[in-house]
């Protein structure tokens, strides 16, 4: 029983951010990642510098732990606004 349950919720901490980022509506394919043009037509107003500001890899993707440290410190507005 307990490495049923073990299993269950690693699996679920691996599938987290991603269905948290699927659910913040910016990551409209559900791919995992937003891209610039997934985060232009879900924050029209933010423009480039914001998204560039919250991608700290550089990668031209926003990532789960992207998003959620944007919105952490206030680039990004919390997910209920944005």
Do not use: H, N, Q, Y
């Not at 307990?2 to 910016?26: C, D, E, I, N, Q």
């Not at 985060?39 to 959620?68: C, I, R």
């Not at 440290?69 to 919390?78: D, F, K, M, S, T």
């Amino acid at each position: 029983m307990f490495k049923k349950l073990t299993a269950a919720s690693l699996a679920l901490t691996f599938a987290m951010p991603a269905a948290v980022l699927a659910a913040t509506a910016l990551d409209a394919d559900g791919d995992g990642a937003v891209s610039m043009e997934e985060f232009s037509a879900a924050m029209p107003d933010a423009g480039e510098v914001v998204f560039t500001e919250a991608d700290t890899d550089g990668d031209g993707m926003l990532s789960a732990d992207e998003v959620a440290a944007a919105r952490e410190i206030g680039v990004l507005p919390p997910a209920s606004e944005g």
